[in-house]
């Protein structure tokens, strides 16, 4: 009877013993769940991989597009305008009227073209300030894309003005394809125009 009261006991501590051995583990594997969960990250793929993108690449624009704002012609010439107002068949006239109003110069022209595609332009200006003389070259021309045109001599009529930034020139000069039309002098709005 003490015999198996005996080995009862001794099953007993032996079952307690597996199963204080059982419960070990899971103990233990909770403590590695905890060093796995801060441990872990050595199991886990790497998060500081290379993000930032370089910066340095030029991302600046040029500022400097602007378009120079000296004047033209410079030497005194403040600024300048030139529009044709009319063209008709006409008589093919080739005249100008010079004004001077105080420091600008106004032209008030017709020029003469071959045909009903002619227009006119301003040529080229040529102003010395020294000597108080300004030439002014006005022409005529066909665009290049002119189809149709009109068989007849036209009359193009135009209006210029030059403003300079002192007192206007002393004689002023119009010159029609490269040929003098007018001339004056500066006090005297009368011109000397030649007809074509």
Excluded: W
């Excluded at 529009?83 to 106004?106: H, L, P």
């Excluded at 022209?109 to 070259?137: F, K, M, T």
């Amino acid at each position: 009877m003490r015999r198996r009261a005996l080995l009862r006991a001794t099953a007993l501590a032996g079952v307690a013993g597996f199963a204080g051995c059982t419960t070990d583990g899971p103990n233990d594997d909770d403590g590695g769940d905890g060093g796995a969960g801060g441990g872990g990250g050595g199991d886990q793929s790497p998060t500081d991989s290379p993000t930032d993108t370089p910066t340095d690449a030029p991302t600046d624009s040029p500022t400097d597009e602007k378009s120079p704002t000296r004047t033209p012609m410079g030497n005194g010439i403040v600024s300048e305008s030139f529009e044709v107002t009319a063209r008709d068949c006409g008589k093919g006239k080739n005249t100008v009227d010079i004004d001077f109003d105080g420091t600008a110069v106004s032209l008030d022209g017709v020029i003469d073209g071959s045909n009903g595609c002619y227009r006119a332009e301003q040529g080229s200006i040529e102003y010395d300030p020294e000597e108080g003389r300004l030439h002014v070259n006005v022409r005529a021309y066909e665009p290049e894309d002119a189809e149709m045109c009109t068989q007849c001599i036209v009359d193009i009529e135009y209006e210029a003005r030059y403003v300079f930034e002192g007192e206007a020139p002393e004689s002023v000069t119009v010159a029609h394809d490269g040929r003098d039309i007018a001339s004056a002098a500066h006090g005297s709005s009368s011109v000397s125009s030649t007809p074509n």
